[in-house]
């Protein structure tokens, strides 16, 4: 167990919805960050926070945003759903945005858009 | 930009053999270096990590890693595969340019025979 949790674990829905997946870092951590892993393209990253703030992005979609509140935990907001945002969306979490830090993975939200 | 490249997406060993995955990376700067391993249905969790101290690093369970920066390689080894080694394994460089993200390679199977 990481440490980091996200819910749901699973989403099933359909094209055109909006969904919001969540995630609450470990404790102590203050940098939160956003990968998508799907078969054809990999693990990707797509958007970090750090303290409430937004630090980097990277392959987000303009439908995709993100958002970390004061008590540190995120939403991730999936909105006009298309078939290729079916993937497993994980969370990841380190005590700041530094190079050595270990970047702790939860146990992702799986998203199947029919 | 930074890259990772994998070779082999499937390997298999028998148990009790050298496991050896093959890591390749491209980076401007000296490179933050990490290998994940995702077993089935779970999230990632961190084997091991190069920082720019020792290049042979030790990991948990049984794996280490040696950075090569002449080969620019970050190969992943364990002397003796377990049954219990068969899980997906994602090398990763982090761009500390950009929020310390992590790039992933395609990762790799394992299949650990009887």
């Known amino acids: 167990d990481s440490g980091v949790t996200q819910t749901p674990k699973h989403l099933i829905t359909a094209t055109g919805q909006r969904v919001t997946l969540r995630c609450s870092p470990r404790?102590?951590?203050?940098?939160v960050y956003w990968y998508q892993q799907s078969l054809d393209q990999g693990l990707q990253f797509l958007i970090q926070?750090?303290?409430?703030?937004?630090?980097a992005k990277g392959n987000i979609l303009e439908r995709f945003s993100a958002q970390q509140f004061p008590d540190l935990h995120s939403e991730l907001n999936l909105s006009s759903l298309e078939l290729g945002d079916s993937a497993l969306y994980f969370c990841?979490?380190?005590?700041?945005?530094?190079?050595?830090?270990?970047?702790?993975f939860g146990p992702g939200t799986r998203l199947t858009v029919l | 930009a930074q890259s990772v490249t994998q070779l082999g997406s499937h390997v298999s060993v028998s148990e009790g053999a050298l496991v050896l995955l093959r890591c390749n990376y491209s980076s401007s700067v000296p490179p933050y270096l990490f290998w994940y391993v995702q077993y089935p249905n779970q999230g990632l969790q961190l084997l091991l990590k190069?920082?720019?101290?020792?290049?042979l690093v030790k990991g948990i369970n049984g794996f280490e890693a040696e950075f090569k920066k002449s080969e620019t390689s970050f190969h992943l080894t364990k002397p003796s595969a377990h049954m219990s080694d068969a899980a997906e394994y994602f090398c990763a460089v982090s761009d500390r340019a950009a929020g310390n993200k992590l790039t992933f390679g395609g990762g790799t199977r394992v299949l650990v025979k009887p």
């Open positions: 990841a979490s380190s005590v700041a945005p530094g190079g050595v830090d270990t970047q702790y």
């Open positions: 190069y920082t720019s101290a020792a290049t």
């Open positions: 404790s102590g951590d203050l940098s």
């Open positions: 926070y750090y303290n409430g703030e937004e630090r």
